[in-house]
């Protein structure tokens, strides 16, 4: 069997939500000049990588954050949206555990919000990162792949990529703007590198 590539996580740029803690699921918050910096350093870095091909949240921040990288042939998959946080979209956490003292996105979720913003359990998120990943895995016979998305998706994803359960997204922090892989080693499917920032890459 040939060798295998590896998947190449990219976490967007900042937005003035990001940069500010609140939680931003589906809402479209475009980069800062900050956010579309860190975009554009990341493009050395990823024209090493050979990548084959591309797919993206459908945001505007992780398409934005694709073109300024230098991976301007992608493809939008709805399975990558950020979670859906439902009533605690746009709130801080230090604003939820004003009303929810102790509260912990991963262990007890979100409340129901609006029709655009009905809210999804971790669970639901890790089923959309595994049909992300049951459509990417046989295209990395041909080389890396990419997939520009969001920090508690791509964690959640990560985790299934593991054979961890969903909620162990927690033990990844993920920092806007940065570069990770994931691949094999020993028919293992493991991190090989995580969080990795635009000065490092």
Same mark, same amino acid.
């Given at each position: ?48 990588? !050979? ?29 990558? @949206?950020? @979670? ?19 509260? !912990?996105? @991963?262990?007890?979720?979100?409340? %129901? ?24 895995? %046989? ?54 590198? @995580?969080?990795?920032? %635009?000065?490092?890459?």
């Amino acid at each position: 069997m040939g060798s295998m590539g590896n998947l190449i996580l990219i976490r967007h740029g900042e937005t003035e939500w990001s940069r500010d803690g609140r939680h931003t699921g589906r809402t479209d918050v475009a980069l800062t000049p900050k956010g579309e910096a860190a975009a554009k350093s990341l493009a050395p870095a990823v024209a090493k990588l !050979n990548i084959i091909a591309t797919f993206t949240s459908p945001a505007e921040r992780a398409e934005r954050t694709a073109q300024l990288a230098g991976l301007t042939d992608s493809t939008p998959d709805p399975d990558l @949206w950020e @979670w859906d946080y439902g009533g605690y979209e746009g709130r801080t956490t230090t604003e939820i555990q004003a009303e929810r003292p102790d509260w !912990n996105l @991963w262990r007890d979720g979100v409340v %129901p919000g609006d029709a655009e913003h009905p809210g999804e359990t971790v669970e639901q998120v890790g089923e959309r990162a595994d049909r992300a990943l049951a459509r990417v895995r %046989p295209l990395l016979a041909g080389g890396n792949i990419a997939l520009v998305a969001h920090g508690h998706l791509l964690r959640v994803l990560t985790a299934c990529w593991l054979q961890l359960d969903p909620a162990a997204g927690r033990l990844f922090r993920l920092d806007t703007g940065t570069i990770s892989e994931l691949g094999t080693e020993h028919d293992n499917q493991v991190i090989l590198t @995580w969080n990795v920032p %635009p000065t490092a890459s």
